[in-house]
Each structure stands twice: as structure tokens, then as C-alpha cells.
């Protein structure tokens, strides 16, 4: 049996494992470092971090991966090349998280599918119009969710949005564990602590799944984004994806040609993207060199197989065994609890509701991201701008009408209660 250690764990991971246990756990032993991707203090020190635990892991390990975006991803590249394991180099990864850097890569690799851009610094309040001009979307070259990430459409919005107590923390502060391994791991001029201005794209948005080993790349997923008309928030993820086959296969290729430039080995990623039908074009949104946590059992309820298989056999560099369209439904769905107003958790399931509603379809997975008394009001620091998530529900059915049933009743047995509240 193989260890594998999981870095920086995430809310997704031991659910998700639980969930697809019976494909192996007779052939692999996990375990979970500590702090917890939530738990990691802002000022954590990434770099002692992975110099303990590639002291304390050598020869005991087979294996290792994070879910976690930041620092998760790249930690977990740095530990893995340091004691000689399976794994993605650090610096690609950091190249491919680095917004900035990314654009770049892409503009080269597929130059149709990489929207224009510029880099914005923070400091600099009297700069003025971007270079791409307005309007325009801007956003940190190494963000999380969608934190600080907004469309403005002039320059007077960009000083005011550069302003902002939360822009200014987030440079000085968020991003020191990225820097940190920045610096060591590569030889970018450019930190974490700025951003990036570009143009506004519509249409239908996706995350392109898949993993990378050599030069093989493979795509298993693609999954249809379902956004709020007004705010863009993330309100339903739905697999498989209904974009006609034919655009599916040419963001397939736009990806692999991506990765393939990046040089991303050994590694799972996802990629968001985005088709504009009037159009017909692509265009790729963000690189993520890493599991999406949130999705891996929606594969394998559709097609047998959940994406913590895939990343366990490639921390430990075997080839992962992959379905298609064996599972046990027809659609998936991860579903998002939102809030758009401040509003008070007046009461929270508790873990015999939690229990309750997972029983009512089989394979329903649920996390709950709140509690009694919690006043949901940090809509600016805590992810899209716009909303507060509080809870998510995966879940399968054998239609996709039928799930969406599913997931409302699901979600009416959780019994959350929210009260609006003044701020």
C-alpha cells in the first residue's frame, strides 16, 4: 500500500475520498498535514513549512497533492520535487497560477483563445486607464474564488477600487506565502501583489478538466458554469457540459495545446473557459494546475470515476484508470448556497440534518460553511463581490430535470434560516 500525503487539506478532500473510498483504499494510505488549506494563518511560513515536512517525510512517502489553490498546488510541487517523487515542477506551477505570467504563456500557445490584457500595480493610484482601456475586468495576478475581482469601467473607478482598505491588505498581506515561493522557486519580476486588467468576455463559461503526464494530455471533464443574470456569481455547476460537441472539442485541443506549452507534467488541472456563440470564439479565463475538489464526485456519478482517483494514482506516478459514462446517474450538479444581501444565519443544520438530507438520493455530498448566529456581511473579502456563500450541495439524478428537483429538496432539508440584517 502507497502513502500519500495531502498537504494544506481542503473541505473538499475527505469527503470526496469517503465518497470514492472503495476504488482505493487498498492501494493507498492517506494522510493529512496540518494547518488546513481554512486554518493557515496569513503570515504562515510556507518555505519552513516545506523544508519540515521534506525532513520528516523522506522515505515514509510515496506521494503527494494538495486541492488547495494557494498554497496547496504549489507547496505540494515543491515537497514532491525536493524528495524525488511524482509531481509537476514548482515553478510551472507558479507560472501557471501567476496570472500574469500565465497570459503570457497563453498569448503564445494560443494566441486566439488569450484575451488582451496589461498588468496593473496597485501602488500606483494616479496611473490611470489601463492599457487595454475601459471598460475592462481586473483582478489580483494571484487571486482565490473571485476575491477583489470586479468590471469597472473607468479611471476614476479604478483609483476608487485601488483605494479600497481590502486592495491595499491584500497586497501587503494575502499574497506574502505566494511571494515567498516566488522567490525562491523561480525568477519572476513580478510579484504577487499586483493585477491584471483585461477585456471583457461573455458567453457560456466552463471548466475544462483534465490531467498532464509527458506530453500525454488528457481531458475527462468538461463542466457548464451556470451564472446569477445580474452578478455573474457562480449559482450551479452542471455535468456533463450541453455545449454542442463540436466546442467542446476545440476547447479540448486549445487545452491541451496550453498545457502543453506550460510544460505542466504530472499533474492534474482545470481550466476555465468561455464560448461567445455570436462569435464563436473561445477564450480561456484562468489555468488552475490542480484538482478542482468541488467536482470530483460529479464524474463519478456520471461516469464512474471521481478525480481523487485520478489524483492519488498521479502523486504516486501511476497511470490513472479512467470510465466514461458507467456511473450510476445521467447529470450532476454542485450547487452553491448564496446570499446577495447581509443576512444572519438564524439556525444551521445540525449533523443529524446534514445526515438526513445525504440520505435522500444516493451519493448526495454536502457541506455546510456556516452556524447559528454567524452574520454573513463581508461580501468583498470573502469571494465574488456580490455574494456570501453558506453551504454547497453535489448531487446526481437520472435527468437533469430531476436534479434539479433533487437539489431543492435537498436543500429544503437543511433547514438553514436567514434573516436579513442592516449593516
Known sequence: ?????????????????????????????????????????????????????????????????SASDYPGAAV????????????????????????????????????????????????????????????????????????????????????????????????????????????????????????IAEELLQGQQVTVEGYSVASEVVIFGIVDSILHPEHGSFVRFDYPSRLAAEVQERMTVIARRAVRHLGLSNSLFNIEMIYHPPTDRIHIIEINPRISGQFGDLYQKVDGTNSYEIALALACGEPPALQRRVGSCRAAASLPLRIFEPMRVVRAPDPSDLAAAEAMFPGTLIWNECRAGLELTDFERIEDGHSVRYGIINAGAPTPESLLARLEQVRARLGFELQKISV
Not at 7 to 25: H, M
Not at 37 to 43: K, L
Not at 118 to 146: E, M, N, Q, W
Open 1 to 65: 500500500m502507497k502513502s500519500v500525503l495531502i498537504v494544506f487539506p481542503t473541505p473538499w478532500d475527505k469527503k470526496q475520498l469517503d465518497a470514492c473510498s472503495a476504488a482505493w483504499s487498498g492501494r493507498y494510505q492517506v494522510r493529512f498535514s496540518q494547518p488546513t488549506d481554512e486554518d493557515r494563518p496569513w503570515d504562515f511560513d510556507g518555505l519552513a513549512f516545506i523544508d519540515r515536512t521534506v525532513e520528516s517525510c523522506r522515505g515514509a512517502i510515496d506521494g503527494v497533492l
Open 76 to 195: 505540494a510541487a515543491a515537497i514532491a520535487a525536493q524528495l524525488g517523487l511524482p509531481g509537476p515542477a514548482p515553478q510551472t506551477v507558479l507560472r501557471c497560477s501567476h496570472k500574469y505570467y500565465s497570459r503570457l504563456a497563453q498569448r503564445a500557445a494560443v494566441p486566439e483563445a488569450t484575451p488582451d490584457f496589461s498588468l496593473v500595480d496597485p501602488r500606483d493610484l494616479g496611473a490611470g486607464a489601463p492599457a487595454i482601456g475601459f471598460p475592462c475586468f481586473i483582478k489580483p495576478v494571484k487571486g482565490a474564488f473571485s476575491i477583489l475581482s470586479r468590471r469597472l469601467e473607468s479611471a476614476a473607478q479604478l483609483a476608487a477600487f485601488l483605494s479600497r482598505p481590502a486592495v491595499r491588505d491584500f497586497a501587503e498581506h494575502s499574497v506574502h506565502l505566494f511571494n515567498q515561493l516566488v522567490r525562491r522557486f523561480t525568477d519572476f519580476e513580478i510579484d504577487g501583489g499586483y493585477f
